[in-house]
């Protein structure tokens, strides 16, 4: 027997005493509330779910014979022969001299589509700053399976690049170990395999053409023109591919691009099927998804917050709200520059009002003595609550033997009991390339973030079952040692591997308006899930208040039209922080999506109590059954979605205090339907 929590039960609960509207158009829906003085606060479901107004096309499904593909912004993905992806995508990128991709504006300019071939011609425009870039490309589908994707580029301007070329996504659930043939520049070929571990350095390089069967009797030829390509493994950055790009990272860079400059790059795809064929198995289709609770069992991992990039001081209100949260500790970043010393006192205070430790990432100068004076001077007559202390120096933001000695000897004597680390400030790919004074450490730490290349929607969702390849592979690396993941962000926060300047394109690149949205909070769900089933010790989430942080300041955005966000609210994501956080001491139960990137949860246990968090990754509506719960006499339940969303962000007191009680349970399956981006936070409750 199931017991079905429907959306009519849930609205009937919250909004009793709120007035809801549901404007015409098109996918517009505005909410209504009365708060902050009485003024009237409207959201409309782009708000909601996304952050912002910015609309998220659907894509186009196009065929060539057996092959199909989606198109979206002027590039192909999945493309697939019945069930077997061969390629996951294939788009152009434009990285600027600081490494940050410029984003586009694509136009249709003509199309032709028939039921088993297509050519589509379109251009895109790439402008950020001094940089203005062009290109016209066409993609051409035969009825024999054949694919030629074709750009031809125009500099509108002088500008120095990283990168401008065709990349090409393989996917690592599909490749993951799997044979190939790399026929280089001259002619010559080598057999190789996509890599099972994660490989820190290039995989394939200097290609021309790549062959592989994608699955039994279906083989693949892709070739290369304009350009010498290599590969690299994007799992690295928590990406879940393996990416074959121009231009080769052995040659200079960043170049010159002049005004006038034409480039022109193909790509070319053929695929050959042994007759007969017969496509792998997925399994029987069913009208709703599971998730089953395991018997993997770990500690639940230390929760924290990192301080403001740029600190107002805390209100009562925001110090409330947080401390509510239940966070563990509150880092701060301690460098030579940017007045951090100073500021040091006002983290060494917020921590304390905020009840919680304080995690100091150290980054050491070239003249390291007298820093290091500095800062003992500054906190021997201080209260400083120093849990850990995350060393750091060079360019990559590494950590040296010579590193933790030093500060260790240094700063031992400040807070006793704080332990001493380090890795890398950065993506797990600088803790994969250089070597770890793992005798010297107490811990091994780095940082991660969904779009280091790539911004949309399914990047980020597939970016999180390997947050859980690389927590694993970090442990595997430091011999076991406790993994502290610090901080995890939704942009990156380096660009050419220092901090960039607080140009307004610094503060776009940044900040994400989905950091605001229910996506952001279903994120957050999955993202937990997934390191905490890794057995990471701790993870540092966000900041503490403003576009990067768990809630709003109390003052308008800086830069409104990116980044709307309403003065004294919190965002969607801090319940999920706050529901997670209120089973710091117990267990986290290892579950298992039948669909994880459509849905995904993270199961809790404490003092006999069981909480379920589930996520729909989604902009549709999904069904979900939840199994393995031990058999309670009680549930309690809440449900984030585009309907509460208002009152959880402008009164998340009230909005945290109501929850929906069903007793008398026969069954331990629950099936819940979650609307678009919904975080339903599950409690069962055993008998008393």
Request: hydrophobic content about 40%.
């Amino acid at each position: 027997m199931r017991l079905l929590f429907s959306k009519a039960d849930h609205v009937q609960v919250h909004f009793a005493r709120l007035n809801i509207c549901r404007a015409s158009g098109v996918d517009t829906v505005a909410t209504t509330i009365r708060v902050l003085k009485g003024k009237l606060l409207h959201l409309s479901q782009n708000q909601i779910w996304y952050g912002s107004e910015v609309s998220w096309p659907e894509p186009v499904i196009l065929h060539a014979g057996p092959v199909s593909m989606q198109f979206l912004d002027g590039e192909i993905r999945h493309i697939t022969i019945r069930d077997s992806e061969i390629i996951n995508r294939i788009y152009v990128a434009v990285r600027s001299s600081d490494w940050r991709t410029i984003p586009s504006v694509t136009t249709l300019i003509t199309k032709n589509i028939s039921h088993d071939a297509f050519r589509v011609v379109f251009k895109s425009h790439h402008a950020e700053q001094d940089i203005d870039f062009s290109w016209q490309g066409s993609i051409v589908g035969k009825s024999s399976g054949d694919l030629d994707f074709f750009m031809e580029g125009l500099a509108n301007s002088t500008f120095h690049k990283n990168r401008i070329g065709f990349c090409i996504l393989h996917s690592t659930k599909e490749f993951v170990g799997k044979p190939c043939t790399i026929e280089t520049v001259d002619g010559a070929r080598y057999s190789a395999s996509f890599p099972t571990r994660i490989a820190p350095h290039q995989v394939f390089q200097d290609i021309r053409a790549m062959f592989y069967e994608a699955a039994p009797q279906l083989r693949v030829e892709l070739r290369f023109q304009g350009e010498t390509f290599e590969t690299e493994d994007q799992r690295n950055w928590a990406e879940a591919s393996f990416k074959t790009y121009c231009t080769p990272l052995i040659e200079p860079y960043p170049v010159e691009i002049a005004k006038g400059t034409v480039l022109t790059q193909a790509i070319s795809l053929s695929v050959a099927i042994d007759r007969p064929y017969t496509a792998p198995s997925r399994g029987p289709s069913t009208t709703s998804g599971l998730l089953q609770l395991e018997g993997q069992r770990r500690r639940i991992p230390k929760i924290g917050v990192a301080c403001s990039s740029n600190p107002p001081s805390l209100s009562p209100l925001v110090v409330a709200r947080l401390r509510a949260v239940g966070f563990s500790h509150l880092r701060f970043d301690l460098s030579i520059s940017n007045d951090s010393i100073s500021r040091l006192i006002l983290a060494v205070e917020d921590a304390n009002l905020l009840g919680v430790h304080l995690e100091v990432a150290l980054f050491l100068p070239e003249h390291r003595e007298p820093f290091l004076q500095s800062i003992q001077d500054l906190l021997k007559n201080l209260h400083a609550p120093i849990i850990r202390w995350l060393v750091f120096s060079g360019p990559f933001h590494t950590t040296t033997e010579a590193d933790i000695s030093l500060a260790r000897g240094s700063l031992f004597q400040l807070a006793p009991g704080a332990e001493f680390g380090g890795g890398t400030d950065e993506d797990f790919a600088e803790l994969n390339r250089y070597p770890l004074p793992v005798d010297l450490l107490d811990f091994v730490t780095f940082s991660m973030n969904p779009q280091v290349h790539t911004d949309d929607h399914e990047t980020l969702v597939q970016s999180l079952p390997m947050q859980y390849q690389v927590v694993c592979a970090a442990r595997d690396l430091s011999n076991g040692l406790p993994v502290h993941i610090s901080p995890i962000s939704l942009k990156p926060r380096y660009f050419s591997h220092s901090p960039a300047s607080d140009s307004s394109a610094y503060l776009s690149s940044t900040r994400d308006p989905r950091q605001s949205s229910l996506f952001g909070a279903a994120w957050t769900v999955a993202s937990l899930k997934n390191i905490s089933q890794a057995g990471a010790s701790s993870a540092t989430y966000y900041e503490t208040s403003g576009a990067k942080g768990v809630l709003a300041t109390q003052e308008p955005s800086a830069l409104p039209r990116q980044f709307p966000s309403v003065p004294g609210t919190v965002f969607p994501l801090f319940h999920v922080l706050s529901d997670f956080c209120e089973f710091d001491g117990g267990e986290t139960l290892s579950t298992s999506s039948s669909n994880p990137t459509d849905f995904d949860g993270v199961a809790l246990q404490k003092n006999g109590r069981t909480r379920v968090m589930l996520a729909n990754l989604s902009a549709r509506t999904q069904r979900v059954r939840v199994q393995g719960v031990p058999p309670p006499d009680s549930v309690r339940y809440r449900m984030l979605s585009e309907d509460t969303a208002v009152e959880a962000i402008s009164l998340p007191e009230q909005f945290r205090d109501v929850r929906r009680m069903h007793a008398g349970i026969p069954s331990p399956e629950i099936e819940t339907a979650l609307p678009p981006f919904a975080v339903a936070t599950l409690d069962f409750l055993p008998a008393i």
